[in-house]
Protein backbone atom coordinates (compact mmCIF):
# COMPACT_ATOMS: atom_id res chain seq x y z
CA UNK A 1 0.00 0.00 0.00
CA UNK A 2 2.75 2.36 0.86
CA UNK A 3 4.33 2.02 -2.30
CA UNK A 4 0.95 1.94 -4.49
CA UNK A 5 0.47 5.67 -2.59
CA UNK A 6 4.11 6.83 -3.59
CA UNK A 7 4.11 6.11 -7.04
CA UNK A 8 0.24 7.64 -7.24
CA UNK A 9 2.16 11.08 -5.75
CA UNK A 10 4.89 10.62 -8.34
CA UNK A 11 2.31 10.34 -11.18
CA UNK A 12 0.29 13.49 -9.81
CA UNK A 13 3.20 15.52 -9.69
CA UNK A 14 4.55 14.45 -12.89
CA UNK A 15 0.94 15.50 -14.04
CA UNK A 16 0.83 19.26 -13.07
CA UNK A 17 1.82 21.45 -15.55
CA UNK A 18 4.48 24.15 -14.26
CA UNK A 19 3.26 27.63 -15.26
CA UNK A 20 4.75 29.69 -18.14
CA UNK A 21 7.29 32.17 -17.15
CA UNK A 22 7.63 35.35 -19.09
CA UNK A 23 11.07 34.39 -20.68
CA UNK A 24 9.53 31.03 -21.88
CA UNK A 25 6.39 33.07 -23.65
CA UNK A 26 9.31 35.58 -24.96
CA UNK A 27 12.21 32.87 -25.82
CA UNK A 28 9.10 30.48 -27.83
CA UNK A 29 7.14 33.53 -28.93
CA UNK A 30 8.78 36.91 -30.04
CA UNK A 31 13.02 36.11 -29.97
CA UNK A 32 12.73 34.15 -33.49
CA UNK A 33 12.43 37.91 -34.82
CA UNK A 34 13.25 40.27 -31.82
CA UNK A 35 16.23 38.52 -31.15
CA UNK A 36 17.21 36.33 -27.99
CA UNK A 37 18.48 39.59 -26.34
CA UNK A 38 15.22 41.43 -27.49
CA UNK A 39 17.53 44.02 -29.58
CA UNK A 40 15.44 43.02 -33.09
CA UNK A 41 18.03 41.10 -34.54
CA UNK A 42 16.49 37.31 -34.39
CA UNK A 43 16.78 34.45 -37.04
CA UNK A 44 13.91 35.73 -38.63
CA UNK A 45 14.16 39.59 -38.56
CA UNK A 46 16.70 39.10 -41.54
CA UNK A 47 13.41 38.24 -43.88
CA UNK A 48 11.06 41.02 -42.78
CA UNK A 49 10.33 44.42 -44.63
CA UNK A 50 10.45 46.07 -41.35
CA UNK A 51 13.15 45.71 -39.25
CA UNK A 52 11.90 44.72 -35.49
CA UNK A 53 12.37 47.16 -32.94
CA UNK A 54 14.63 46.58 -30.07
CA UNK A 55 12.37 46.10 -27.19
CA UNK A 56 15.03 46.79 -24.95
CA UNK A 57 15.06 50.24 -24.88
CA UNK A 58 10.66 51.53 -25.27
CA UNK A 59 11.47 52.80 -21.69
CA UNK A 60 14.07 55.23 -22.95
CA UNK A 61 12.09 55.99 -26.12
CA UNK A 62 9.26 57.02 -24.08
CA UNK A 63 10.67 59.86 -21.49
CA UNK A 64 12.00 56.73 -19.17
CA UNK A 65 8.85 55.45 -18.59
CA UNK A 66 7.78 51.94 -19.85
CA UNK A 67 4.41 52.53 -21.25
CA UNK A 68 2.71 48.99 -20.36
CA UNK A 69 -0.68 49.41 -21.41
CA UNK A 70 0.32 50.28 -24.84
CA UNK A 71 3.05 47.16 -24.89
CA UNK A 72 0.13 45.02 -23.72
CA UNK A 73 -2.06 46.64 -26.30
CA UNK A 74 0.41 46.01 -28.98
CA UNK A 75 1.31 42.75 -28.42
CA UNK A 76 -2.12 41.61 -27.82
CA UNK A 77 -3.26 43.53 -31.43
CA UNK A 78 -5.45 46.17 -30.33
CA UNK A 79 -3.09 49.05 -31.22
CA UNK A 80 -0.96 49.02 -34.30
CA UNK A 81 0.25 52.04 -36.40
CA UNK A 82 1.08 52.58 -40.12
CA UNK A 83 4.73 52.09 -39.55
CA UNK A 84 3.98 48.55 -37.84
CA UNK A 85 5.28 45.40 -39.36
CA UNK A 86 2.47 42.66 -40.55
CA UNK A 87 4.83 39.99 -39.61
CA UNK A 88 3.76 40.85 -35.84
CA UNK A 89 1.30 38.45 -35.30
CA UNK A 90 -1.96 39.16 -33.42
CA UNK A 91 -1.42 37.55 -30.20
CA UNK A 92 -4.80 38.29 -29.03
CA UNK A 93 -6.57 36.33 -31.54
CA UNK A 94 -4.98 33.27 -30.14
CA UNK A 95 -4.87 31.59 -26.78
CA UNK A 96 -3.32 33.81 -23.82
CA UNK A 97 -4.32 32.14 -20.90
CA UNK A 98 -6.94 32.73 -18.13
CA UNK A 99 -7.43 35.84 -17.20
CA UNK A 100 -6.23 37.95 -14.00
CA UNK A 101 -7.88 41.17 -12.62
CA UNK A 102 -5.15 44.12 -12.71
CA UNK A 103 -6.51 46.86 -10.75
CA UNK A 104 -5.24 50.53 -11.59
CA UNK A 105 -6.26 53.31 -9.73
CA UNK A 106 -9.02 51.73 -8.28
CA UNK A 107 -10.58 49.83 -11.62
CA UNK A 108 -10.00 46.11 -12.01
CA UNK A 109 -8.58 45.04 -15.58
CA UNK A 110 -8.92 41.73 -16.61
CA UNK A 111 -5.96 40.87 -18.41
CA UNK A 112 -4.45 37.72 -20.26
CA UNK A 113 -2.16 35.83 -17.80
CA UNK A 114 0.53 35.19 -20.45
CA UNK A 115 -0.25 38.95 -22.09
CA UNK A 116 0.96 39.87 -18.04
CA UNK A 117 3.62 37.58 -17.69
CA UNK A 118 4.95 38.45 -21.16
CA UNK A 119 5.02 42.48 -20.56
CA UNK A 120 6.69 42.03 -17.43
CA UNK A 121 9.91 40.40 -18.54
CA UNK A 122 9.98 43.34 -21.74
CA UNK A 123 9.53 45.46 -18.40
CA UNK A 124 12.73 43.75 -17.09
CA UNK A 125 14.77 43.77 -20.16
CA UNK A 126 14.67 47.96 -20.09
CA UNK A 127 17.96 49.57 -20.21
CA UNK A 128 19.14 53.10 -21.15
CA UNK A 129 20.03 54.20 -24.69
Known sequence: MR???IFAGLVLAACV?????GAQIYASECAGCHGADARGDGSYA????TVPPDLTTIAS??????PRDQVMS???????????????PEF???DLGETVIVENNGLG????TKLLLLTDYIELL???E
Open 109 to 112: TPVP
Open 17 to 21: EEPET
Open 92 to 94: GAG
Open 3 to 5: YFL
Open 74 to 88: TIDGLQRDAHFSVAM
Open 46 to 49: RGLD
Open 126 to 128: QRE
Open 61 to 66: RNGGVF
